[in-house]
């Protein structure tokens, strides 16, 4: 098992941002996931943005078992986190 990370921003204008090289990162262990998806909770409170995180248990429309979404919304927009869960041979 792989666990994933994904990043999307969507800005307050219109529009979002999703960039494969920078906005993905990929974890062997569970807990090493989980402690920088927390790690990115801790500092968006930090800066006194809203936040809130909840766990679908779901499997989205691409077959990824996505344990955590998180949503972090600012003055320029919304960043939503993704922490899924998926197979190493690729295969969900």
Do not use: Q
Not at 23 to 28: G, S
Not at 36 to 61: E, H, M, Q, T
Not at 74 to 90: A, M, P, Q, V, W
């Amino acid at each position: 098992m792989k666990y994933v990370i994904t990043r999307i921003f969507v800005a307050s204008e219109g529009g979002f941002l999703h960039d494969p090289c920078t906005d993905v990162e990929v974890f062997d262990y569970y807990f090493s996931a989980l402690r920088w998806f927390w790690l990115k909770r801790s500092l968006a409170k930090l800066f006194d943005y809203s936040v809130s995180v909840y766990s679908p248990g779901s499997i989205n429309d691409y077959g990824r078992v996505v344990l955590y979404e998180m949503k972090s919304i600012t003055d320029h927009g919304t960043t939503f986190f993704y922490l899924s869960r998926i197979n190493e041979n690729g295969f969900y």
